[in-house]
């Protein structure tokens, strides 16, 4: 199974942003589809955004869409969720994961990073 670490949370007022990072621990986390997922407290993990082995073909739920954008470099074992935007409901730990539609696929998560918006 493929290892992650996210990184790159913390506290931002409302219409800031953070730039979040996952790092892989095997290369070929370069041949999957990788996305984001979140967790606000009481409420369940829900799916952020997913992005393709290329990096071409990324997908967004609708609450994000237009406010946070997903990448990858495959050099560095490494997806990025860059967040704009940022309102109080994106309140949430946030992990990466591999993904199929908006499921993820392995049940070993990381630890997470929180991030927390004030407003």
């Known amino acids: 199974q493929v290892q992650v670490a996210e990184s790159g949370g913390g506290l931002v007022q409302a219409g800031g942003s953070l730039r979040l990072s996952c790092t892989a621990s095997e290369r070929t986390f370069n041949i999957y589809t990788m996305g984001w997922f979140r967790q606000a407290p009481g409420k369940e993990r829900e799916f952020v955004a997913r992005?393709?082995?290329?990096?071409?073909?990324?997908m967004y739920a609708d609450s994000v869409k237009g406010r946070f954008t997903i990448s990858r470099d495959n050099a560095k074992n490494t997806v990025y969720l860059q967040m704009n935007g940022l309102r109080p409901e994106d309140t949430a730990v946030y992990y990466c994961?591999?993904?199929?539609?908006?499921?993820?696929?392995?049940?070993?998560w990381g630890q997470g990073t929180l991030v927390t918006v004030s407003s």
């Open positions: 994961n591999r993904v199929s539609g908006v499921q993820a696929l392995s049940d070993a």
């Open positions: 992005i393709n082995w290329s990096g071409f073909s990324t």
